[in-house]
């Protein structure tokens, strides 16, 4: 009889044990949504692992980079549920036949190699190739189409007769504007060079009055570069203020020229720097480019006096 009690509570306290250590093991399960499909389908695999009195998990269960014969597409990170969590992958496959995804294992930090209840079973997978009798029904092929070329010549033509067009009307208001420039520079009145400085000179005086500063020097440097490129065939209209007086420098007398010198230095500052001379200096600069003119053109008509051949006297 007491060896009866004794093998009774042996045995229940056995199964105490296996109760206590079967609760405190984890439950690991693999289901796929479909077990056979086409190649290149989608399949959704869930793992699913769960462990009473567990409150929280570390880790997840070990996915491998690579499948054989089946295709990672998604990954999800897992989610928690009661006593345990769920992680979520789609998988496919691009060759045709059964295979099966192997086991996943629940990843265990404490555990160098888990026990086979940390691993999933694995799922036998059927792949069948595509049927292509049930695909859309393809097309014929059809003869290459001959396309009729398109004739090039009238957009040459157009081309060549808009630039020909352009070219023209681009001739026409550089000429336009080249006679404009012209005749501003070299006004139509009629006489020598010099008569026509004169009587310019005689015009600005009178006007000087109701014009300013600016308008009165600009027309004052017109009428001596004028003057010195239509008798001295200066190329006044190309050269600055001080290449003027350089080149009119060896044909006028030192107080003459420092005079002129001046009056085209002022003439400049008036023009370009906005400078504001006075009435005084109006009239000291007509006076300076009405005596450098008269200078100037009697140089000119000595030196036409001296190359002039004598006519010899009759006896």
Known sequence: ????RTHISLTIFLFCCCAIWGGAQPFVKASADKRAIRIGEPISIKLTATWPGKDSFSSGFVIPDSIPHFDIWENHPRTVIKDGFEQNL?????????????????????????????????????????????????????????????????????????????????????????????????????????????????????????????????QLTVIHRNYLQDAYLFRSY??????????????????LFYNFANTVRLADAAKFAKYEPSRAEWVSSIASIKNTIIALEKKMQAAHSINQPQTPAVS
């Open 238 to 255: 190309q050269q600055t203020g001080d290449e003027i007086i350089l080149q009119a420098k060896p044909l006028l007398e030192t107080d």
């Open 1 to 4: 009889m007491k060896y009866f």
């Open 90 to 218: 789609v998988v496919t496959s691009y060759d045709s036949g059964v295979f099966a995804i192997p086991q996943f294992r629940l990843a265990t930090p404490d555990i160098d190699i888990p026990p086979p209840g940390y691993a999933t079973d694995s799922i036998r997978i059927s792949i069948q190739p595509v049927n292509v009798d049930t695909l859309i029904d393809y097309h014929d092929i059809k003869d290459i189409l001959e396309v009729e070329p398109v004739k090039q010549w009238p957009f040459i033509l157009a081309i060549v007769g808009g630039t020909i067009l352009a070219g023209l009307v681009l001739y026409y208001l550089l000429k336009k504007s080249k006679v404009a420039k012209s005749a501003a520079k070299n006004p139509t009145t009629k006489g020598t060079p010099f008569e026509i400085a004169m009587s310019a000179l005689e015009a600005l005086d009178h006007r000087s009055p109701a014009i300013t500063s600016k308008q009165f020097y600009t």
